[in-house]
């Protein structure tokens, strides 16, 4: 018997049992997510190259979105910069995606008889892929996908991860099913191949599931959770997350009031393909220092990538150091790290210190890494893991917005 991820996480009931009840109440559902991982080391440094590895998978998946964006509306995306989409073609240092994760997995099933297959939901991307029944041995450990209610398109795809890796194969349709709200005749992608960096020794879930906004979809197909809205499957067309410990969860169908207190804080989406919203201002230790910032957030992303120039007006205004790199790390004094607050919707929710600081740069450094870096994707930031672990997210798919709560 071939054990897979899938495998291990069915194996996990009991757990699931004595966690806060989740299942399907008429049209919603909740969906445990499981941490792989982190980004430091055993001695609590950062670990540089699965840092490295992070920062350009979500350049690579931005840069790809603003492609995709152009491509299936025929209109370049405003926060692209020609700068930056230059970079796509240039040459990246060869690497893993990524060498130590620090996402959030959950399980989906698919086709006929259903398979489960273990996947990072993605607020930053679009599709879902799987690995095919055809794929070489680069997916092997993965659940591969087969299914007798798959249908061929006849359509390719090849999709970038950063890092040199992608991911290709064809397009099918078939039933995708989350606990109990199934997506019907659904598009995805059933990968041939896998670069290195999706190994399973370095990548544990099977696949990705993408759920933003169709316009910036490489197969120009409805997202999962936009088809079974469409199709009645849910409440109402919102889902959210829960990316803190102990139960993290993926709510589909509208918010779990047992994971948040008081009310959402709502920020517009500013430009559909991303959940892409006005984020009102940045504040370090209780100061605004940046304000009016168009801001991805993205559940597949595991820091916050700014553009250069407010990031280092950032760092300027509260005394972090440039380290001389390629992927736009700060430093500061492991004993002085700063506050930092996001405002969205009028509410400013803060990044604790031992948040924000990654870690040592060495075991034994007193110079820490700072989980804002300058990014190379354009002029919105991307606001990813390290911040979103601190609040209850949901996407409201009907009203185009996206709504920040404190944890309970």
């Known amino acids: 018997m071939r054990v897979t991820l899938a495998t291990v996480i069915t194996a996990l009931g009991v757990f699931i049992a004595a966690a806060p009840q989740r299942g399907r109440q008429g049209g919603t559902t909740a969906i445990p997510l499981y941490k792989h991982s982190s980004l430091v080391n055993s001695d609590k440094s950062v670990n540089s190259d699965a840092l490295k590895s992070r920062v350009a998978s979500t350049t690579a998946k931005i840069l790809r979105g603003f492609d995709n964006f152009e491509k299936n509306t025929g209109a ?225 992303s595991d820091l916050i990538h700014g553009n250069p120039s407010d990031v280092a007006a950032l760092y300027e205004a509260i005394g972090g150091t440039y380290e001389p790199n390629d992927y736009g790390f700060y430093t500061f004094p492991c004993d002085a790290f700063p506050s930092v607050s996001l405002t969205f919707g009028g509410t400013s929710f803060t990044i604790p210190p031992e948040t924000f600081d990654i870690g040592p740069i060495e075991g034994d450094s007193s110079r820490c890494t700072g989980a804002i870096i300058a990014g190379d994707s354009g002029t919105s930031w991307v606001v990813g893991r390290v911040f979103l672990r601190h609040v209850y997210t949901a996407f409201d798919l009907g009203n185009s917005r996206v709504g920040f709560a404190t944890l309970a």
Not at 133 to 161: K, W
Not at 202 to 211: V, W
Not at 266 to 276: D, K, M, N, P
Not at 280 to 287: C, K, S, Y
Request: hydrophobic letters at 35%; charged letters at 15%; aromatic letters at 10%.
């Open 76 to 300: 370049p995306h405003p926060s692209a910069v020609k700068g930056a989409l230059k970079r796509r073609d240039g040459a990246e240092p060869l690497g893993t995606l990524p060498d130590n994760p620090n996402i959030w997995f959950g399980t989906i099933s698919v086709g006929t008889p259903p398979k489960t297959y273990v996947v990072l939901f993605d607020t930053g991307s679009s599709d879902l892929v799987l690995p095919g029944a055809d794929c070489d041995d680069s997916c092997d450990g993965h659940e591969t996908y087969e299914s007798s209610t798959s249908v061929y398109l006849g359509e390719p795809f090849m999709i970038r991860y950063g890092n040199g890796n992608n991911a290709f194969g064809h397009q099918y349709t078939d039933n995708v099913t989350i606990v109990e709200l199934t997506a019907n005749v659904q598009t995805l992608g059933a990968a041939s191949h896998y670069s290195r960096g999706l190994h399973i020794e370095h990548f544990a879930a099977d696949g990705l599931m993408g759920m933003a906004f169709q316009a910036i979809s490489t197969y120009n197909q409805s997202p999962v959770f936009q088809t079974l809205a469409t199709q009645g499957q849910t409440n109402e067309p919102v889902f959210a997350f829960s990316l803190a410990n102990p139960y993290a969860e993926l709510y589909l169908g509208g918010t779990n009031p047992d994971m948040y207190i008081g009310d959402f804080s709502w920020a517009h989406v500013i430009q559909h393909g991303f959940w892409e919203v006005a984020m009102d201002n940045v504040l370090a230790n209780g100061q605004i220092v940046l304000t009016n910032i168009a801001a991805i957030i993205d559940t597949g």
